[in-house]
DNA sequence: GATGAATGAGAATTCATTCAT
DNA sequence: AATGAATGAATTCTCATTCAT
């Protein structure tokens, strides 16, 4: 037996599979439909157009996953196992949901932006998130203080971003989570050998 | 008078310009052939079809710029000091062009590979060339022996493209090039605070 | 507690006043079914297709009013009394039951003659009453004799149809029945001055 | 040899025909274009959307015949010629162009306006003809200065309207013209008997 | 009987591509 | 070579009608 919330989301994670896929401008009503069980119509009963499916994919998702964000966030003390916990979490929602890490790449860099108020909301927090991680590190001195933050948080991002397309584009053969501690030594570290003065 | 290259390449610039504001799929043959004072139908006597367009145009940039890159790590010798030419170079270029940048940002995350090999091929070339820095950075010991390479190359050009991304949604409103000194810093030295044993 | 033959004549009511303000093609079983307060499906249980709402609707109020043109005509002895018996109550009726007047112009002039038999066998009626007075009146002197009464039956009904189609679009917002009279003496004397030579 | 302006206007006139046969809304610009012998395609060339075509047909249509009008009424003295040329004329020209006719008559009840302005302001235009040649004849003494004056622009308007109304309906089995001074006699002297008193 | 979710045929419109001039 | 009018396939979305519950 299955309910309408039942039709909703399969017609969403349809969509979500089909943008993923084709990305939304050569995703056809036709092949959500198909995909999700139902008639093209059908679609039009849950969703106002086209745009919608991408909108509420979205915000179903990000919500989700940014509760488990700050969950694991605010279960960690010093700033670096905080941020350990964002890095490796971020992977590991990402890893578990393929179709919605693919959208979200492509979403966030399209010029057309269609998600754009989710995108922009879930962007806004996470890097808010970040900001006050490097400042509690700041503060406890493990972060240094001669850092132009809003750089930061574009560097931290930017990597994760890119680890996170290439092991897309891999087609997901290896396992991303495990990428969390290195990228995280590298942020924290970077490649510069800071011991070369003590040789 | 005008010569045959001369159009050709003034329709390849105006289908860049419009590729960039309205995206591949957005933008439409009559709005290209308009900005570049052709009719429809002449633009396909240059190019097989609409995709084309997009492939020649990268075909075009990147070779050039490519090149200036190569240029610019030849003329310097510590692995740091290429790294940072690198850097600041491609922040020049991508500066200078913008529609470039934007396309190149658009299609490296778009899930529509349609400049895939011009794409693809840019891609490794950039790559070898940070593998080149870094493993000479590390004989000369400026860099830790201890590296995932692979992932420091997304962790770099992860950076530089959040960087490159940012300044592009800022609508160019701030210098670009500016921001290269600082990211090499982040990018050899990490976030974390070294000296804190010291104090 | 409310019977079949209730529903049935509040989804005739509910579809007439859809179909006046919107039109036939431009309303939907859908608004009907909501403005009735049942589900549309509930439509199919009483009506076959949506053509044949139209079709009752008239039917039912034709019916009925004409019972009542009947009724007032024969309510009325001379000729004159008649027609003008005849038009005032045209105008009571149909200034009593907008949607029906909207309807009735409407469908008279649409060339998809959906109503069309309702319609047709409504406006021979009404010629054939008009007939029986005009010739009633010839026979007792007050109506000329040298008359196309084909012509007559036209001219008195289109100016009645125009009368009531500038009311309609008036938004109803003078008194209809008031026109009556003066229509009346215009049909019986035309707008010539017959006292001319007289002068 | 076929230039734009007889595409567009073949267009136009195969428009009018299939809206003239079938109703606005039940007309599909597949049928049309079959009807001009063109693409689906080729009519957004000339045209920005199925309703343009109804709006530019009378726009066309309107502006020529209202020309006529003016014309046959200035060529008359008397009010009562003026008004047995303009009536004249105006059946002459709608049997001479029974689509234009036939939309003329639709589209004026209609409650779905959508060649609104183009008929409101021949509406006016007419109305005010009617209104001038009324007013001349009661200067002339020919008209009677008792008369409710937009009364009477409605019966000369209805019964114009009805008479080609039924003409349409007949198929246009007989000669439209010949109805013309049958019917301004009518409208002059009314169907009544004014020698009655005489008798 | 009543419901309203589901269907899918059908319609308007867009636009890459072709081709006669 | 260049043009731009013409094409028609493809797409989104609507809505009358059906049918399982």
Chains 1, 2, 3, 4 share one sequence.
Do not use: C
Request: charged residues 25%; glycine residues 6%.
């Amino acid at each position: 037996m299955e309910n309408n919330t039942d039709k909703k989301s399969r017609i969403l994670q349809a969509a979500g599979q089909v943008f993923a896929q084709n990305g939304f401008s050569q995703s056809t009503i036709a092949m959500i439909a198909k995909n999700a069980g139902v008639a093209d119509g059908t679609i039009y009963l849950y969703f106002k157009n086209k745009e919608e499916l991408l909108t509420r994919f979205f915000e179903n998702k990000m919500r989700l996953i940014f509760d488990r964000f700050l969950e694991t966030v605010s279960g960690a003390n010093s700033a670096e196992e905080k941020l350990r916990n964002l890095i490796r979490t971020h992977f590991v929602e990402f890893q578990k949901d393929k179709d919605m890490a693919v959208l979200y790449q492509v979403e966030t860099h399209s010029n057309v932006r269609l998600a754009e108020d989710q995108i922009r909301e879930m962007s806004k927090m996470y890097m808010d998130l970040i900001s006050l991680i490097v400042e509690q590190g700041q503060e406890q001195g493990l972060i240094r203080k001669d850092l132009y933050l809003s750089l930061v948080k574009r560097m931290i991002i930017g990597s994760l971003d890119e680890v996170i397309n290439t092991w897309i584009h891999s087609e997901g053969k290896y396992d991303l989570v495990s990428m969390a501690d290195p990228l995280v030594d590298l942020i924290l570290n970077g490649i510069g050998n800071h011991l070369r003065s003590d040789a």
